[in-house]
């Protein structure tokens, strides 16, 4: 009797991505030979228990102490587990901006105030708060708050804890915070990612700066093992060998740049201010889930709605440059789109 064979099935192509807000072409050839190589020992050995070699070695490459470090398991992890550390407190979220930092806060009875992300930072109003959630550049908008006004900002507010998350700094040119300034700013805790610089989303590892007392309350609550062998490996990697891992950063930028001029040229649509590669693109002639939908099914192309964050006025879709070839093909879809309104 002839036994049934299983059908091969076929993937789709999977859709060009203008919809995360990563690196989009990272260089991971030396980086899987090197994973293969250890791929038995990696998953026959439990993680350290306090990952203590890879906290040394951003701690040593940041100036700073080990316990100066918490690793986690992502950049959103970390803000659960902040939130989480100090459940309860007041904070305020400046919006729109990354919605986990208020799922997180929400999660663990934080009390929340919504300031405007564009605001001057001259005009952010903390009194009565203990928390501030920064994000800069900030995702989506893209808003880039220089040094010189955050330093003044945190010195403004010295009994504020500011948690910024640095998962951009690498995203532009301008001088912006450095992990090192926790010694001088123990009110400052920053987040860290291996995600958005190294084009890592699945690996799931990034970690918290702060002082040394703020760490041992976030690590009360930080699960144990949460960040696997292999993900500890990668970012142990990518901290010896940071030269494979250079981010282009003026070329990113300049086809970013040239993407937003061209996109301004289109009737129906209006590009928002940005200064990181990413930014947000406001619909006049349709709703964003209508270009969303309109570019995945008749352009394989993914765009993300940004429509229902807080603090987003209009129909907005955020979009995050590729290369030049990408770029083009992401212009003739949106000029199509808007055409046919």
Known sequence: MKKNTPSI?????PPLQFDTSTWFAPELTKLSEHLNDRMVEMMRFYPESDYKTLRTMIS????LRVDNIVITAGRTAAFYAIA???????GAILVPSYQHYELATKRYGWQLTYLPEDLETQEIKLEGQEFCWICSPNNPTGRLRSRAELLELIGRYPSVYFVIDQSYATFTTQPT??????KSHPNVIFVSSFTQTYGLPGLRIGYVTADKKVVKEIEKVVDPWAVSTMAVEVAKYILIHPAQFTLPIRKWQ???LELETKLRQVDG???????APFFLLQIHCATAAELVKYL?????IALYD???????????????SRDATDNAKLLEAITAFCESR
Do not use: W
């Not at 099935?9 to 192509?13: E, F, K, R, V």
């Not at 989480?84 to 007041?90: I, N, R, S, T, V």
């Not at 995945?296 to 394989?300: A, G, P, R």
């Not at 940004?306 to 995050?320: D, H, N, Q, S």
């Open 84 to 90: 989480e550390a100090f459940a309860g407190k007041k």
């Open 177 to 182: 915070l450095a992990l090192s300034d926790v």
């Open 254 to 256: 300049r086809n970013a």
């Open 9 to 13: 099935t076929t993937t789709a192509c």
């Open 296 to 300: 995945l099914e008749e352009h394989n």
């Open 60 to 63: 040593k490459r940041n100036e």
């Open 269 to 275: 649509i209006e590009v928002m201010p940005s200064d």
């Open 306 to 320: 940004a429509t229902k964050l807080r603090g987003i006025k209009g129909e907005m879709v955020r979009i995050t």
